[in-house]
């Protein structure tokens, strides 16, 4: 099992300095055009929760489609978009959260979710989980609830996983950044 | 087939007058959230090109994305996205398109796909083809060809097909909505 984690975190390419000085950027496009390093990553996720009474896999724009929407098949499953501000067309509910500089913010459709359902929340990445945080308000607001937030990458030094824990998530992630 | 594809189309909502007045939005959410639906043009599609010798599926942001990186999964094949500018952390092509107001342009990853390979390519929707055309010219600047150009949705009326088969490409949809 180590084996296979660390053959994905070798797969995972990082640039300095992107998108601005000092970030360390880790960048998946090198695992996921991998057709062994991709198809590892999703049998592994979707392994972790086959038996898990998962309902519907929710995806954070928009590298959490990519991965997402294919554990989303893998079990089954349907797939639900959470998208930046003006991308849904239909109706929506809207949660804004804070980055270094400025607001973002993250928007579900009102009829995504059936109430009461058990969801997967898929992202690539969680460095300091505002965006994650936001998602979760979302799913909440639509009285279903999320089963785990799931990632393929961790960045422990920006205690994003302390911050869910702390608001009663459960937090997955396949490999960890540290110190690097 | 027919029944799938009338199924899956039935799935497709349509909001009138998004993102601006005038246009019919076909709204794949509701498709996507459906496991049965999703489930069926994931199939579909991985069922058309299972034999097809493709190397690597490429998908434009970001609806894109969903559709192609469960096609990939399904066929055991590596993915690699398009994406707007400034998104891709690498070394990058860009190629840049005409909206109907304005420009935008589309991305890839210099070492995205192996010279020489096979590539099909993927988007939830084709309309003008704009977005598409600029793909194809990214795939082709890495020396790589473009198998087909594969959408769930089809819209004849804005001839979207015509511009990419007269520019040398295969064009396959499963579902078109024509003038409603």
Chains 1, 2 share one sequence.
Do not use: W
């Not at 390093?37 to 995806?59: C, M, P, Q, T, W």
């Not at 978009?81 to 109706?91: A, S, T, V």
């Not at 949660?95 to 459709?109: F, N, Q, R």
Request: aromatic share 6%.
């Amino acid at each position: 099992m180590q084996e296979k984690l660390d053959s994905i975190k070798e797969k995972i390419r990082t640039i300095p300095n992107f998108p601005k000085e000092g970030i360390m950027f880790r960048d998946i496009t090198t695992l996921l055009k991998d057709p062994e390093g991709f198809n590892e990553v999703i049998n592994l996720l979707a392994e972790r929760y086959k038996h898990s009474n998962i309902d519907v896999i929710a995806g954070i724009e928009s590298r959490g489609f990519i991965i997402g929407a294919a554990i989303a098949h893998k079990l089954g499953l349907g797939f639900v978009p959470l998208r930046k501000p003006g991308k849904l067309p239909y109706e929506t509910h809207k949660v804004e959260y804070s980055l270094e500089y400025g607001k973002d913010a993250l928007e579900i459709h009102k009829d995504a979710i059936t109430s009461g359902s058990s969801v997967l929340l898929i992202d690539d990445l969680v460095a300091t989980a505002g965006t994650c945080l936001a998602a979760v308000k979302l799913i909440e607001k639509l009285n279903a609830k999320v089963h785990e937030c799931a990632f393929v990458i961790e960045l422990p030094d920006l205690k994003g996983r302390e911050k869910l824990e702390n608001q009663g998530q459960k937090v997955f992630s396949l490999v960890k950044f540290e110190g690097e």
